[in-house]
């Protein structure tokens, strides 16, 4: 029994001497290693911040004034030898991995589709007000409800006028007159005129000798009845509407247009139009006037278009397609418009440099087509992060990161964008 405790005693103090042996000879052989490790892995502590509040930079550690939490170092990377510590570096297996894009800026004209959605309304130049000249009464109502179709002439009402019989029987006694004053005829003529009784029914009175206390109302224009304001047996005072007519001859569109289009929207523009329903047929027109008022909901301005209505086919309400040639522009830098980000403040992209992704403020112009134009911020060649940037962006935030400001040799614009700025206003 006591042979055997000894046994036991021994075989551990074998174990004991083994632990500490390997011991040793590993911490050893990893003091020998790390002299070998180049300086330059050693980094250095450039400040302390607030993972949460990256921004604001701290000289020394200590507790965050923001958090319940320690100050976290950032260490300067020199193992690549990164002059630059304002950027972000992604492995390129792991951009992989994060599905990032990139895509390069290219210098193109700016070409663009010319077709936007618009509304048919009435041209408001071809509106017509009918109204009564003298207090009367309205004997007759022909044309009886609104929007009903009407011809030139067409008769749309009959009035009882009392006032005109007294002026009309003045002149009938002098015209028969044995002698009759030519003086005295004009004199009476020019006093019908005057109580706004027309020259046709001057002429009806002149030929038949007879007093016309009645007066048909007819429509001066092809159109529709737009607004109807009476009804048979009303008593009318003088200047009391009666009819709206509008004409078809021509149609205004109202087209939704993106504002930054502004520049290449003008007045004068030939336009075509299609309009469902109205097969084969290519309605011509011009841009008539810019309203100058921008929908704060869509970001659109309203182009008002003029269109010839052939065979009065196209009506109010309708939903058309325009289409216009836009002016010749010159070539301009071009990226993806899913490569910008909006910050509310400013506008960035991700430069992608090998495994280095620097962000960039910019300034842009129009977007169509998922096409941004770059005013200034990048050049030629160059190539930016398409997707996985608010990724990216993220990262730059947390680090602290500062997107670099615009640089001046970047920051010239083209003496043709400075006459679009210049012309920036909607007209």
Not at 39 to 59: C, I, N, Q, S, T
Not at 134 to 150: C, D, H, N, W
Not at 184 to 211: D, E
Not at 406 to 419: A, E, M, N, R
């Given at each position: ?158 009035l009882f006028i009392p006032e005109w019989v007294a002026i009309q029987e003045e002149y009938l006694a002098i015209k028969q007159m044995k002698l009759p004053s030519e003086d005295l ?32 109302i007819t429509a001066p224009i092809d159109g529709i009845i737009t607004e109807l304001s009476v009804r048979e047996g009303m008593t009318l005072s003088n200047a009391t509407p009666l ?185």
């Amino acid at each position: 029994m006591k042979n055997y405790k000894i046994f036991l005693s021994l075989i551990f103090l074998i174990f004991v001497i083994s632990g500490y042996g390997f011991y040793k000879l590993g911490l050893n052989q990893g003091i020998k290693n790390l002299k070998h490790i180049p300086e330059k892995v050693v980094a250095d502590v450039l400040y302390w911040h607030d993972p949460m509040v990256p921004g604001h930079k701290f000289d020394k550690p200590g507790k965050s004034p923001f958090m319940d939490m320690d100050l976290v170092p950032v260490y300067a990377d020199h193992m690549e030898g990164e002059a630059n510590n304002n950027s972000v570096k992604i492995d390129t297996k792991l951009q992989q991995n994060l599905g990032i894009r990139i895509a390069p800026v290219v210098e193109k004209l700016f070409s663009y589709s010319s077709e936007f959605a618009g509304n048919i309304v009435y041209d408001e130049r071809n509106t017509l007000l009918i109204q009564t000249r003298a207090a009367g009464y309205l004997e007759k109502l022909i044309v009886r409800t609104p929007q009903q179709s009407v011809q030139k002439d067409q008769v749309l009402a009959e009035l009882f006028i009392p006032e005109w019989v007294a002026i009309q029987e003045e002149y009938l006694a002098i015209k028969q007159m044995k002698l009759p004053s030519e003086d005295l005829l004009l004199a009476a003529q020019q006093r019908m005129k005057l109580i706004g009784i027309p020259n046709s029914h001057i002429r009806l009175i002149q030929s038949t000798n007879v007093v016309q206390p009645h007066i048909k109302i007819t429509a001066p224009i092809d159109g529709i009845i737009t607004e109807l304001s009476v009804r048979e047996g009303m008593t009318l005072s003088n200047a009391t509407p009666l009819f709206k007519v509008n004409s078809l001859k021509t149609v205004w569109v109202h087209a939704q247009i993106p504002e930054t289009m502004s520049q290449d929207i003008y007045v004068g523009a030939h336009v075509q139009a299609t309009a469902n329903g109205i097969s084969n047929t290519t309605f011509d027109g011009k841009i008539d006037a810019i309203l100058p008022e921008i929908d704060q909901e869509t970001r659109t301005f309203t182009a008002r278009i003029e269109l010839q209505n052939i065979n009065s086919t196209l009506l109010p309400g309708m939903f058309v397609r325009v289409y216009f040639n836009p002016k010749s522009t010159d070539k301009v830098l071009t990226i993806p418009t899913e490569a910008v980000i909006q910050t509310g403040k400013r506008t960035l992209v991700f430069i992608a440099e090998n495994e280095n992704f620097i962000p960039v403020e910019i300034r842009i112009g129009r977007e169509i087509n998922n096409k941004t134009e770059i005013i200034s911020g990048l050049e030629v060649g160059q190539n930016v992060v398409v997707s996985g940037q608010f990724l990216i962006d993220s990262e730059a935030s947390l680090k602290g990161i500062e997107a670099r400001m615009l640089p001046k040799q970047y920051d010239k614009i083209t003496s043709t964008q400075k006459t679009k700025e210049q012309k920036g206003a909607i007209k």
